[in-house]
Nanobody, 125 residues
Framework: VQLVESGGDSVQAGGSLRLSCKVS????????MAWFRQVPGKEREGVAC???????DYIRSVKGRFTISKDVAKNTLYLEINNVKYEDAGTYYC?????????????????????WGQGTQVTVS
């Protein structure tokens, strides 16, 4: 499975942004997928996931502002970020499991996932 993120940018607080993750190499619909965020000096943190049943989950701090979604026709995972806050800044990584998990939780550890993208940077001014 190959994952390629895009869409990271510098955005003003209060603004909006959409991150994309293009998936190839496996049947997209059978994967549980997630977005993680990492800032310098801290561990990679899950912020949202969506399982193979298309049920999303979010950590508390992003609920109501982040939306994770899939476009199966485009083999692409999205993360829409609205009302951007300073604490949203960081490198965002797309992750996928190997199709072995039915459910996911936004706070699942990085080891829950088998495949990772290279990351896309979000800065907030």
């Amino acid at each position: 499975v190959q994952l390629v993120e895009s869409g990271g940018d510098s955005v003003q607080a209060g603004g909006s942004l959409r991150l994309s993750c293009k998936v190839s190499g496996d049947e997209f619909g059978r994967l549980s997928m997630a977005w993680f965020r990492q800032v310098p000096g801290k561990e990679r943190e899950g912020v949202a996931c969506i399982d193979k049943r298309d049920d999303p989950d979010y950590i508390r701090s992003v609920k109501g502002r982040f939306t994770i979604s899939k476009d199966v026709a485009k083999n692409t995972l999205y993360l829409e970020i609205n009302n951007v806050k300073y604490e949203d800044a960081g490198t965002y990584y797309c992750a996928a499991d190997g199709g072995t998990n039915t459910y996911c939780g936004a706070d699942d550890p990085p080891g829950f996932y088998d495949y990772w993208g290279q990351g896309t940077q979000v800065t907030v001014s």
